[in-house]
T-cell receptor, first 118, second 115 residues
Framework: DTAVSQTPKYLVTQMGNDKSIKCEQN?????MYWYKQDSKKFLKIMFS???????INETVPNRFSPKSPDKAHLNLHINSLELGDSAVYFC?????????????????FGSGTRLTVV | GENVEQHPSTLSVQEGDSAVIKCTYS??????FPWYKQELGKGPQLIID?????GEKKDQRIAVTLNKTAKHFSLHITETQPEDSAVYFC??????????????FGQGTILTVHP
């Protein structure tokens, strides 16, 4: 039973198209994230939602629009795809509202969506 | 904002040797430092983490040390095995700040363990 699942795993599309990536987590976490991993493996945060509310919005083109219908889902829609959008996109979740010495702050990542724009 | 530097970018060791990866961070308010392992075709997986009120933490063959004064932390893997080969990432965050625990990652280290 996958904790953080993303679909699709692979996405090949032409420049100018619009595409969506979906993410779901069954861990009961209150916070979800989108990270972009470029060809050099660098992981950079794009967005974060806490209980369906957008809390982090890094410098990302407004062609990228996240949507969180509930705290278990975070989708990413990309308009007018460009060659430079090619990357692996990772969804992650964590429980931000925790306290206590043994509470886990760690992220759980999905397996990624490899987007190739041709 | 936070900036995390990670070294080396590649590390090659013989099976059974130790491996050490080092990271420095810039924001003195950061208080949570996890390490992730990413295998080919998979998402990063948390392997160990440390909070700023602790100087060292160990879990079997892996250990992490933190020097808050110098703002650096390190991952130590002993008795390396070929299955330890992967990309390792360090990260830092300020859990009590306004960034909602946003993790800033280092650039990654490709570890290769030769049999």
């Amino acid at each position: 039973d996958t904790a953080v699942s993303q679909t699709p795993k692979y996405l090949v599309t032409q420049m100018g198209n619009d595409k969506s990536i979906k993410c779901e987590q069954n861990l009961g976490h209150d916070t979800m994230y989108w990270y972009k991993q470029d060809s050099k493996k660098f992981l950079k945060i794009m967005f974060s939602y806490n209980n369906k509310e957008l809390i982090i919005n890094e410098t990302v083109p407004n062609r990228f629009s996240p949507k969180s219908p509930d705290k278990a889902h975070l989708n990413l829609h990309i308009n007018s795809l460009e060659l430079g959008d090619s990357a692996v996109y990772f969804c992650a979740s964590s429980q931000y509202s925790v306290s206590g010495r043994d509470s886990s702050y760690g992220y759980t990542f999905g397996s990624g969506t490899r987007l190739t724009v041709v | 904002g936070e900036n995390v530097e990670q070294h080396p970018s590649t590390l090659s060791v013989q099976e059974g040797d130790s491996a050490v990866i080092k990271c420095t961070y810039s924001d003195s308010a950061s208080n949570y430092f996890p390490w992730y392992k990413q295998e080919l075709g998979k998402g990063p997986q948390l392997i160990i983490d440390i909070r700023s009120n602790v100087g060292e933490k160990k879990d079997q063959r892996i250990a992490v040390t933190l020097n808050k004064t110098a703002k650096h932390f390190s991952l130590h893997i002993t008795e390396t095995q070929p299955e330890d080969s992967a990309v390792y990432f360090c990260a830092a965050s300020n859990r009590g700040g306004t960034s909602y625990g946003k993790l800033t990652f280092g650039q990654g280290t490709i570890l290769t363990v030769h049999p």
